[in-house]
């Protein structure tokens, strides 16, 4: 029987445990209130067996085991990367939540049980759902703020599509996706963006280093205007070991979500140690 791991919050912890104040260019990890300077987040969607996932974990533990450092496994297996995880530095959450708490939702993932679980992040509006279950920005809002009010800390996804970039629409696309979300949490909420061009996911095309950090200075901007400046912006899309030290160069890219090269411990650890480097 796995043991569950509390959430630790920051305000929770002993002050011996907590830093005075968060350095500028950090996050703040809700699981041992210590700074981040970067983010690497694998999203393992729906791959791997159980069996498969232990023995990811266990080599993540051996070469990645650093503060920074997240998994999105299959929410299946939350218990029992919940208990391999315990005591590490790495982080976890799940790939989506229920917008509603409690309730008649048959299939959802409540987020008050979800934090219960230890984890300490929520995907929310990947392309993948936005797409294949038809996800509103509205949706993906309350979403947001479910997160945000159980706990979590949400990970907002925004992207265009190839024809919307091709037809000069890429910023205006991922301005709609991202507003309700910033006209709904709290300004003072702790979350991430990812971007991540639909065209570039698991596709193995990324966007240039020049095309991500001209999005992500965009978004920033965005972020700023509402008093959101401590946000951090992640890229994804066929993020690999080849290309993770240019995108860690971008002054807006604090990090990454990475589908695909997360599977694979070598190229996962590449791709940590490129964004290390960077701070
Ligand atoms: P990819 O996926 O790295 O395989 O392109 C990224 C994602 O979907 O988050």
Redesign the pocket.
């Known amino acids: 029987m796995t043991t569950l791991k509390p959430l630790q919050k920051w305000s929770n912890l002993s002050s011996a445990n907590r830093q005075s104040s968060p350095p500028d260019d950090s996050l703040r990890d809700l699981k041992y209130g210590r700074c981040m300077s970067f983010f690497v987040a694998g999203?393992w969607k729906t791959h791997l067996l159980s069996d498969e996932a232990n023995t990811l974990i266990q080599q993540l533990l051996d070469q990645c085991n650093q503060d920074g450092v997240a998994v999105f496994p299959p929410a299946l297996y939350v218990p029992q990367v919940s208990d391999q995880l315990r005591d590490s530095a790495i982080g976890f959450g799940v790939q989506d939540i229920s917008e509603s708490g409690f309730g008649a939702t048959t299939g959802d993932l409540c987020a008050q049980q979800v934090a219960e679980f230890g984890c300490q992040y929520a995907l929310v509006g990947?392309s993948?759902r936005r797409q294949r279950q038809q996800e509103s920005s509205q949706w993906v809002a309350e979403k947001a703020l479910a997160a945000v009010t159980a706990g979590l800390v949400p990970i907002v996804c925004v992207g265009e599509t190839l024809e919307e970039r091709e037809a000069g629409n890429d910023v205006a696309t991922v301005m709609e996706q991202l507003e309700p979300v910033l006209n709904l949490v709290p300004v003072d909420s702790t979350l991430m963006v990812a971007y991540?061009p639909v065209w570039?996911?698991?596709t193995g095309k990324t966007a240039s280093a020049d095309q991500a950090q001209a999005m992500h200075s965009e978004i920033r901007a965005r972020l700023s205007q509402i008093g959101m400046q401590q946000t951090k912006i992640l890229y994804?899309?066929?993020?690999k070991a080849a290309n993770a030290a240019e995108l860690a160069q971008c002054p807006d890219v604090y990090g990454a979500?990475?589908?695909?090269?997360a599977l694979q411990i070598d190229e996962f650890a590449a791709i940590v140690a490129a964004f290390q480097e960077r701070h």
Do not use: R
């Open positions: 999203n990947h993948e991540e570039a996911i698991g994804g899309g066929s993020v979500l990475v589908g695909g090269a």
